[in-house]
Structures are given as structure tokens and as C-alpha cells.
């Protein structure tokens, strides 16, 4: 029997302890070994929990137990969760872990401590809840040279998109139904100005190139401002609007990592993915595009993922899964800028045809967009490809020459 301690008992905690019940004995078979929940760290008190007599407050019982093996950390955020999991780390205990912030921000320095300490460190459900994509990536494919990841990465903005889209919605309406739903938190910032996708797509950078890739590093914008224009424009254009994190490697080994809004051509593989369902695209130089899909979160699809963890932890206690990168550098990173994509853009001026017409000139060719009843003095357009500082120098131009600049969107390239 192995004896496990669970770290927080919010929506993903006590899914990890409904999971490890009800599925105890097909959990035991595959894991060879019966797992046995013996404390569950919380604050909070509940009494009416089948799990009633496992709960305690003080953290250094789970460090100083030598039973347990295995310790579960979902209690969200990186403090004190960061302190804890590397105590347990160097205190002998593996750690499964869903915290995606955790691992955005902490995951070399904690991946290096258990590879020292021969412990492993997995999240599996950091990203994409239910979805399996950090396995698949390590293990499936790693046959494959990466090129480049692609994904809707939180399903809470791709609800919100899709009402925008189908329902005609407009921003705020959406929002206040997501919320009613319990799709959208009370404060949403973290979805819908990109944090929770930014550091989705940088654990999978990390793990896919093997360097760290930090948050802060990740050119990030989220949906806030988007306007029911905007998704007109893009079915205009032939397609529709999502909330993307994209990575590439370049042949300098430097990556171009971005998270923001992007007009996705209707034919791509993630143009169809509605809702709250995430959808991961991996590009290999073997296998071309994979795509990943599923709920990419809730409280038993991503308990599964972290049981699934639990298992392989079990399975590995004396030989240790090689899942691992370096710490990442300021110039791992290239500037966004000089990213080269076509984008589109909104905006106004008193002579609508007029600033079009000088915007073709001025970026040698653009492609007009139009919509229904859209105001006389509104214009809309998508440029040709070139790098963004370049497309950001001729918008100042423009805007010098009493042009409004309402939106820009980059345009997908997959």
C-alpha cells in the first residue's frame, strides 16, 4: 500500500479524493499497489466528507511522515504552495501537482530538485485539465523535432468567444453568462486577460524545447476589448476570432512565443473547437499537425489527470520518469516584434474610403473587409505579411494622418 497526502480540497482536491475512492479498485490494479489517502491538508473543516477523519492544518505533518511517499499539491497559486512542494521534494516525497502557475513560473527549479533527490515531479493537469498532453509530448512523440504548438488553452474566453460568434453577443453579456454558468470566476482578469493561457503555453514551450520559458517573458493580450465588429470582420475575412497561445522555434534556437486574440481561418483544426473545450495543435516534423481535445477543465477531468499522475508516481518509486528541462535565459525569447504575420485591423476616419485608400498604400496592398450595417466613417482591412514592428510603425503613420486605430488582431498561420 502506498499512503498519500492531499494538499487543498477545493473543486480539483476533493475530485482527487472522489476519483481514488470510487475507482479504488481498478486504480489498485493498474497501479499495482492499493493507494491510500491518509491526510488531507486544509484549513477548512468538513465534517460531512467521507474523508472526515483525514483532515489536519499543519503542513509539517505530511513532511515529517515518513509513509507518505506521494504528496498532491492543488491548492492553486505559489504561495505556499512553491514553499511546500519543494520541501516535500527534498524531503523524499514525489509531487503531483495541477497548479498551473506553480510550474509556469517554479517548474526548472523543481523538476531539478527532484531529478537530484531521484523523486518525480509531474502536471499532467496543469494543462488542459482532462486533456493528456504532457505525456504525449514527452513520451509519443518524442520521436518528433517539435515545430511549433498552437492551442485554445482556456475555456472560459472560448465560451465567451463562441456566444460572441454564434449567439451575437457582445462582450460583457457573454462574461455575466459565463459567470452565471460558473465558467467565469467573481474577478475573471486571470482568463480573459490571458494569464492562464500565457502560462499554459509556456509549460508546454518548456517541455516540447527543453529550456524554461517564464511568463513574464510571453507577449500576452486577452479579449477584453473585443468587439462584436471584431467577429463580424472575422467571418468576413473567413473565419472566426480565439484566444491563442503559439510557439515556434527558429533557426536561431530562439522561440517566438505569443498569447493573444488571433483571426483563425475556418479550415484550421481549432476554428471548430466551441465552448469550454480546449484544443491543442502539435506540429512534428514526422507525425505533421496532432491535435489535442477535450474539456480543458472541471472538477473530475482534471482529477483524472492528476490520478493518472498518482498512478505513474506509484509506478515509478524506485525508477524515475525522465521528464525534465533547463532553466530558461532573457534571450530565449525573441521579441514579438519582429514576428512576422499578416494582421488585421479597425478603425475610423472621417473619410472611411479615403484612409483605405491610403492605408493600401502605405502597406502596399490590403485586403478590404466589410460587414452589415457597420458605420460610414468605419473601415476594415488585413494586411500583408510583414513583421509586426513594421505593421506597428505604418499604423502610427496612419494614425498621424487622423486615422482612429480601434482593434488589431494577428492572423493565424496554421
Known amino acids: 500500500m502506498v499512503e498519500i497526502a492531499i494538499m487543498g480540497f477545493g473543486v480539483v ?36 466528507s467521507p474523508f472526515a477523519g483525514r483532515f489536519i492544518k499543519d503542513f509539517n505533518t505530511i513532511l515529517n511522515d515518513p509513509d507518505i511517499r506521494i504528496v498532491v499539491e ?23 501537482t495541477s497548479n498551473k502557475e506553480l510550474v509556469a513560473a517554479k517548474g526548472a527549479e523543481l523538476l531539478a530538485i527532484a531529478q537530484k533527490n531521484n523523486l518525480n515531479f509531474l502536471f499532467e493537469a496543469s494543462v488542459g485539465g482532462g486533456i493528456p498532453i504532457i505525456r504525449p509530448i514527452s513520451q509519443c512523440l518524442a520521436a518528433n523535432e517539435v515545430i511549433g504548438i498552437a492551442g485554445i488553452l482556456n475555456g472560459t474566453t472560448n465560451f465567451i468567444l463562441t456566444k460572441m460568434i454564434r449567439d451575437q453577443m457582445d462582450f460583457d453579456t457573454a462574461l455575466a ?9 467573481r474577478d475573471p482578469s486571470a482568463d480573459i486577460d490571458g494569464p492562464d493561457a500565457c502560462r499554459k503555453i509556456c509549460i508546454l514551450a518548456s517541455l516540447a524545447f527543453g529550456r524554461h520559458v517564464y511568463p513574464e517573458q510571453v507577449h500576452t493580450e486577452g479579449i477584453r476589448g473585443l468587439k462584436l465588429a471584431d467577429v463580424e470582420y472575422a467571418e468576413s475575412w473567413g473565419g472566426v476570432v ?13 522561440l517566438q512565443i505569443i498569447c493573444c486574440p488571433m483571426f483563425i481561418d475556418r479550415d484550421s483544426q481549432l476554428a471548430n473547437v466551441d465552448d469550454v473545450f480546449n484544443g491543442i495543435l502539435v506540429r512534428g516534423d514526422a507525425t505533421g499537425d496532432v491535435v489535442f481535445y477535450g474539456k480543458g477543465a472541471g472538477k473530475l477531468p482534471t482529477a483524472s489527470a492528476v490520478v493518472a499522475d498518482v498512478i505513474d508516481c506509484v509506478k515509478h518509486l524506485k525508477a524515475r520518469k525522465y521528464l525534465f528541462w533547463e532553466d530558461g535565459s532573457p534571450e530565449y525569447v525573441e521579441d ?8 488585421y485591423v479597425r478603425a475610423t476616419a472621417e473619410n472611411a474610403t479615403m484612409a483605405l485608400g491610403t492605408a493600401d498604400a502605405l502597406f502596399g496592398g490590403v485586403q478590404q473587409l466589410s460587414r452589415k450595417n457597420a458605420p460610414r466613417n468605419e473601415l476594415a482591412f488585413v494586411t500583408k505579411e510583414m513583421k509586426e514592428r513594421e505593421i506597428r510603425e505604418k499604423l502610427q503613420q496612419l494614425a498621424g494622418m487622423g486615422v482612429t486605430i480601434d482593434a488589431t488582431i494577428r492572423v493565424a498561420d496554421f
Do not use: W
Open 336 to 343: 514579438y516584434l519582429e514576428d512576422t504575420v499578416p494582421m
Open 74 to 96: 492543488v491548492m492553486g497559486g505559489l504561495h505556499p504552495a512553491f514553499d511546500y512542494v519543494k520541501a516535500c521534494l527534498e524531503n523524499g516525497k514525489s509531487v503531483v
Open 242 to 254: 480565439k484566444l491563442i497561445g503559439k510557439v515556434k522555434k527558429l533557426d536561431s534556437g530562439k
Open 177 to 185: 453568462l459565463a459567470q452565471k454558468l460558473g465558467y467565469a470566476e
Open 13 to 48: 482536491g476533493s475530485g482527487v479524493g472522489e476519483v481514488l475512492r470510487e475507482h479504488a479498485e481498478s486504480i489498485a490494479r493498474r497501479a499495482k499497489e492499493e493507494i491510500h489517502i491518509k491526510y488531507i491538508l486544509d484549513l477548512r473543516d468538513f465534517p460531512d
